[in-house]
């Protein structure tokens, strides 16, 4: 079943839920497996469609499976993200050994918001990305992601996050053309040659895609792995240290590439000392201490206070 | 120091011990075939029971663990593990002893003994893994997965084994065993139950004391500096 | 006495129950000497 | 259905891996065949006790090199994270375990091909064609039996520090049956079954894959999550 978010105007992200009961899933496609008008869904493949669980946040239109009317496609512990803040943490804190590399840490972010995350090395960004990421389990405090909580929607939450980190998760035998096409069919996409074509040209590597991510520059993994967040297609991307390791074309590059995510909706989370080239992406921002949040305020600010 | 009714309870199966052991050195009859030797059986086969006892708890802990998350199930898993470990090693030492003694070799690779030393390594490499996890919550779900794993291969081996060792020669344990026997077993099995159920909880104090020694409260609280607008 | 039984077997009842008993207590002095030191490591840092 | 087609992916894209980087898949075969080597010196140059022992033999090289396969498995996994990229994809950690447990396997399996022969040099073994079928049938049981204990803890060790060490040790003890079914069964094979024993001991060997898939699989996810 797509996901289709008012906000998000990149269509279907294919994704599913194991958590929710097959009938949410089950239901539209008996229907016919029509997308609802509001639906921004180019294209769904009906088969495709009957095997999908809904994910949780997605809320069909009243009526949507007319089995009888009443079938619970709509889950009442799930909200759209066009209403639930697509992050929401208090009190997050995390600790190894006797260390809290991350402590009382409050945080909310609207559908499709931005927050640029500040502060010098080892100030606790990079837990902070993964723990939102849930790659980390909190020592203490709560996360809310899209309004779950992502322990007990783990699949759901997941489908609805990117995450480009220090390392890029790229396996250094595959080729790029190879990379993006592994990473569209494992959601259960087609690879169409021209649609890897397509994100090969976005990523400016239309030349080098049969050529092993190995062998590749710094820049170029790095636009490749950004790139691969398409086919994601989040609700919320979270992105460390995003224009290190590139050079001043290849910042331009992210700059804009950002900048036409976030007017397609997409939430941003974004860590960096680049502070020229982020804060302009960002709406808020704060700034880590020790692990601690010692200053928030829009991005603007923080920008002219000097980071 | 205050004492819970764990800590009665193991002294009354310190006593029960001293008394099984009593009756079982002096009292019971010998055996037959096996004269005084058979003697050993008392302490034996109840550290085969109590050991058996320990992993099962342990299994049974693993599993919570995983389901819960709750760290005090993975401090009950190391006291059940490690005592179990203790249980097991003791036997491994008895039943070599023992083939000494009746088949004049210290090992036979008989069905109890191999099962034995394998369940042995498996749980060993459950307390060797946990020494290398640092970190605290892989600690626990490796900890658990490595302890179920093992746990259910234990019946593999054992079956594994018998059907190897069958080409070679038929079981040669004494089974029959007379009534006067019996109670000495009893007591030692109890009595020894008691005190390992001590020893696990024990060592399960420890490690949930050590986890709070390798933690520390979260820093205070520090002001951060809010701004409206640019 | 029947034939086939074993005699002398005192030495190896002593030695399995002397084994068990000396390991079991070291076990449990080793338990308590750990309880201690982290006891004292604990009370060092708060 | 999407496990299934996660897992296929998963396999493949190993596959992929492991012929790209196949300098190193190759000195995994020629591992065993080393292994195979030194048998022979240990036990010395008669003819006879190797015979004996081929079975042993065999199982004792497959085993000590799935340790380097798996390990191996795990370490391109982990190079750049690409783990973390898979399940924030994301990709079920079961499908992630079937997939990856196949490709092992896989790799295991392939290691019969040059074993199987060096051994029939090297010990002067005489497998009839139907035999050798046989032994096949056996190496691919033995290969899965330990292709998923071994996925499980690879994974797990693979976030350790000491990894290389800690994977045989856990690893070894878990697949007792696994080598003792194997060694029996193919024994029966190469010095004749006067008994019809092989039946028995290819069920038992086939349940205990049945087993181990089953159970690590349901365990996996939790050996790679974060909790």
Known sequence: MGVCSPLSGWGCASSADSTLPVGAGLAPAREGARPSPTSCCPVIHGRWLRREATPGWYRSRPGAQGTGGAAPVVSARVDTPSTAPALVASGLGRRFGRRWALAHVDLELPAGGSLLLAGPNGSGKTTLLRLLAGRLEASAGTLRLFGLDPRRHRGTVRSGLSMVSHHLSLYPRLTAAETLALWLRLGGEPAPAERVRELLAEAGLEAHGDVEVGAYSAGMRKRLALVRVRIERPHLLLLDEPFSALDSAGRAWLAEWLAGLRREGVGLVLASHALEWSAPLCERAVRLAAGQVTWSGPAAALLEAGG | ?230 | MPEGVIVGGWSYVIAAYGITTTVLVLYVISLLKRAAVTAAEASDDH | MRLARQAWLIFRKDLLLEWRGRARTVSVLLFGVVTLVLFSFALGPEAEPLRRGAAGFLTLALLLSSVLGLNESFRLEQEDQALEGLLLRPVEPTALFYGKALGSAFLLLLLALVLVPAAVILYDLSPTPAGLLQLAGLWALAAAGLAAPGTLYAAITGRLQSQDVALPLLLFPLVVPVLLGSVKAMDLVLTGDPMHQLRSWTLLLAGFDAIYWSVCGILFPFAIEES
């Not at chain 2, 050195?25 to 003697?39: I, N, S, W, Y």
């Open chain 2, 1 to 230: 120091m205050k004492r819970g009714w764990i800590g009665w309870s193991a002294l009354a199966g310190l006593a029960l011990l001293a008394v099984g052991t009593w009756i079982g050195l002096f009292v019971a009859p010998a055996e037959r075939h096996m004269g005084d030797v058979q003697r050993i059986m008392y302490v034996h086969v109840p550290s085969a029971w109590i050991g058996m006892v320990c992993f099962t708890a342990a299994f049974v802990f693993a599993i919570v663990s995983l389901w819960s998350g709750r760290r005090v199930w993975d401090d009950r898993l190391v006291g059940a593990v490690e005592v179990g470990v203790v249980l097991n090693a003791l036997l491994l030492v008895q039943g070599s002893i023992w083939g000494r003694a009746t088949w004049g070799v210290w090992w036979d690779w008989d069905v109890r003994l191999t099962t034995s030393l394998v369940m042995l390594l498996l749980f060993a490499g459950v307390l060797a893994l946990r020494r290398l996890a640092d970190d605290e919550g892989r600690r626990a779900s490796w900890s658990a997965v490595a302890t179920i794993v093992g746990y259910v291969d234990v019946p593999l081996v054992y079956f594994c084994v018998r059907w190897w060792r069958s080409l070679h020669q038929v079981q040669s344990t004494p089974e029959t065993v007379d009534p006067a026997m019996v109670l000495p077993l009893r007591l030692n099995a109890i009595g020894l139950l008691l005190v390992a159920i001590w020893m696990a909880s024990r060592r399960a104090r420890l490690e949930g004391a050590r986890r709070i020694a390798e933690s520390a409260a979260p820093p205070a609280r520090v002001v951060s500096e809010e701004v409206a607008r640019a």
